[in-house]
């Protein structure tokens, strides 16, 4: 079983749909989690940290079920710039040395 | 604020000349840094752990002699890979993270062996 598991899609959506994105890890001991999200050819860049409680940040909404080892994202009304790939990162420390497990993306393409 | 910045953003060089790539952490101090590499298409795939002062930990399956790492001060951890090969063209990224967890990558280097 992979460390860090996610669908690797594509999930071809509509311009003002919404979509969801799950993830699951298996390093029960897990300290803190992410979403990043990758353009073609860029580097990854922090989308938002995933917290028991969840967060919602404008139109994303991330959620962490600690008891489930489930990591989920909700996009609310899709915009075409959304369409990236989306990484479920699991690190097993809140500390600076420790090493980032990834998911192998998920890719959303979202349409007019 | 915190940022990993990462150079040369592209680079093509000939087969079996040697390539470095610098990756400095800005605003912050990163003892660790992290190298990967990403085929298209493909997830990131840790290459090694790089130790400021110390030997950098490598990854199974990838040749230390050919990818060196050093680490010499708190903000510069540089990859040079050394006689390179086509099959080393990829992307290269670096990142450190910042307490909490938190991971900053660099704006990664596109390497073409030719």
Redesign the interface.
């Known amino acids: 079983r992979k460390e860090v598991e996610q669908d690797p899609g594509p999930f071809n959506v509509p311009e003002g749909a919404t979509v969801a994105f799950n993830c699951t890890y298996s390093n029960s001991a897990s300290q803190s989690f992410f979403w990043y999200r990758q353009d073609c050819r860029k580097e990854p860049k922090l989308l938002m940290s995933v917290y028991s409680s969840g967060n919602e940040d404008g139109r994303f909404t991330a959620q962490l079920n600690r008891a489930s080892q489930y990591i989920s994202l909700l996009i609310r009304d899709s915009k075409l710039s959304d369409s990236a790939t989306y990484l479920c990162v699991v690190n097993p420390t809140t500390g600076t040395a420790s090493k980032l497990t990834f998911g192998t993306g998920t890719r959303l393409q979202v349409t007019l | 604020g915190a940022v990993v910045s ?1 150079h040369p953003s592209r680079v093509i060089c000939k087969s079996g000349t040697s390539v470095k790539i610098e990756c400095r952490s800005l605003d912050f101090q ?3 840094m ?1 190298w990967y590499r990403q085929f298209p298409k ?3 795939m ?1 290459m090694a ?1 790089s130790n400021e002062g110390s030997k950098a930990t490598y990854e199974q399956g990838v040749e230390k002699d050919k990818f060196l790492i050093n680490h010499a001060s708190l903000t510069l951890s540089t990859l040079t890979v050394t006689s390179a090969h086509p099959e080393d063209s990829s ?1 290269y ?1 670096c ?14 280097s ?1 390497l073409t062996v030719v």
């Open positions: 990462q990163a003892t660790t992290f493909q997830s990131l840790l752990t992307f990224i990142s450190a993270n910042l307490a909490g967890g938190l991971s900053l990558f660099g704006e990664g596109w």
